[in-house]
């Protein structure tokens, strides 16, 4: 895989696994939308809400001001990075356990 641009606001990386927890896959596999996706998606639900009116007011700061607010961007990045996380994690593509924040 090609290296990812510097310029890029999100990259993508997942390393290969060697090995994979074996028990952590059935856990995944009985109980994943319980311990995973349950808690995960509840905060992602309001994140994605906020977001929603983030883009909204952010659309009209484009078209008046030509550049996107700083805040409103690194918000919806931060959603994007979550989500990215999560769905990793749920298809068994890392063990980490995605943290709870948008942050990198």
């Known amino acids: 895989m090609a290296e990812p641009q510097a310029n890029y606001p999100v990259t993508f990386n997942v390393k290969y696994p060697e090995s994979s927890s074996r028990v952590l896959l059935l856990v995944r596999l009985f109980f994943g939308g319980m311990y995973v996706g349950i808690p995960h998606m509840f905060c992602l639900f309001f994140y994605a809400i906020g977001a929603m009116f983030v883009s909204f007011i952010a659309w009209w700061a484009i078209l008046f001001t030509g550049k996107y607010p700083r805040g409103m961007f690194e ?6 990075r979550w989500l990215l ?3 990793a994690y749920m298809q068994s ?3 980490v356990y995605p943290p709870f924040t948008g942050k990198p």
Not at 75 to 80: F, I, S
Request: glycine share 8%.
């Open 75 to 80: 918000y919806n990045l931060g959603l994007t």
């Open 85 to 87: 996380r999560v769905q």
């Open 93 to 95: 593509m890392t063990d």
